[in-house]
């Protein structure tokens, strides 16, 4: 082969590599990228279970406001409730539930975070009062969901079926990933340590608030 044809291949090949590098320091997503971390569909997630250390992590509130969750300076029972989003009727009912029993999880000592797909600007449609006794923050990265092991890839077909239906997924999240997580409940102690972990790959299907209390009661009760 000719040298100068040697020559334009490994430019060729240099300014590929360097546009590679380039859109990775820009932080351009591709679909791989989203996938890091996140199952290929719900019934393949893999959550953290009781006993395992909770993930810290950085999500947004409504305002767009960062907000920090660090297990190892918090000293507080925690209960993080992971949903699809405020156009989930099944997320919505689950919601409501949860309210009959959220100032009895509060007067055990928990602070209560109800983490959402949904971009900051979306969580209000998600809130049942104007000053709710836990906190709506914003995963629409799906980071959080992945530290947790419970972020999955919808399916095109139903992504589509979705937006048929009237449901934008990309609009939900303002991003193009289709991510969602598995609907879950984490209960942690002091520490930081899971005591009870509840996931169900068919979001149809939630724990109880009948369950969820009895949980926080009863450890509450064994560290007393």
């Not at 609009?171 to 193009?176: N, T």
């Amino acid at each position: 082969m000719k040298p100068v044809l040697w020559l334009v291949l490994i430019v060729f090949f240099i300014g590929g590599c360097t546009t590679e590098e380039a859109m990775e320091d820009e932080g351009v997503a591709t679909e791989v990228d989203w996938m890091i971390g996140a199952a290929a569909t719900a019934e393949e997630v893999h959550p953290l279970l009781p006993g395992m250390t909770a993930a810290s992590f950085t999500a947004h509130t409504a305002d767009g406001s960062s907000f920090e969750f660090d297990v190892q300076s918090r000293q507080q029972k925690s209960i993080l409730i992971f949903y699809r989003g405020g156009w989930c009727p099944y997320c919505n009912r689950q919601l409501m539930d949860l309210r009959k029993i959220d100032d009895d999880l509060v007067n055990l000592g928990y602070d209560l975070f109800f983490i959402s797909a949904d971009r900051p600007a979306k969580l209000s449609e998600g809130s049942l009062s104007d000053d709710p006794p836990y906190t709506l923050l914003s995963d629409n990265t799906l980071d959080v969901a992945k530290a947790y092991g419970i972020a999955f890839k919808v399916d095109e077909e139903t992504v589509s079926r979705y937006k048929r239906g009237g449901l934008d997924l990309e609009d939900a999240s303002g991003y193009s990933h289709h991510l969602l997580p598995a609907p879950s409940v984490f209960l942690l102690d002091e520490e930081g340590l899971i005591q009870f972990q509840y996931t169900n790959p068919n979001f149809r299907v939630r724990v109880s608030p009948k369950l969820l209390l009895s949980a926080a009661e009863i450890y509450s009760e064994a560290t007393d």
